[in-house]
């Protein structure tokens, strides 16, 4: 089975995070105004079930 992960990169603080957000140019980290992120890294992993009896 692939699983997808997403994990978000490149992150602004403080006023300068809340000037991004207003510019639509970032989006909030868990709804959190001072933190905002622009890019996301999604990647896979594959899982191999072991059969144990």
Known sequence: ???YYTRA???YY????EKLLNLKKT???NGNKN???D???V???HNKKLNLK
């Open 27 to 29: 989006l909030p980290l």
């Open 39 to 41: 890019k996301i890294e």
């Open 35 to 37: 933190i905002s992120f």
């Open 14 to 17: 403080g006023k300068y995070s």
């Open 1 to 3: 089975m692939i699983k």
């Open 9 to 11: 990169c490149n992150f």
């Open 43 to 45: 990647f896979s992993r």
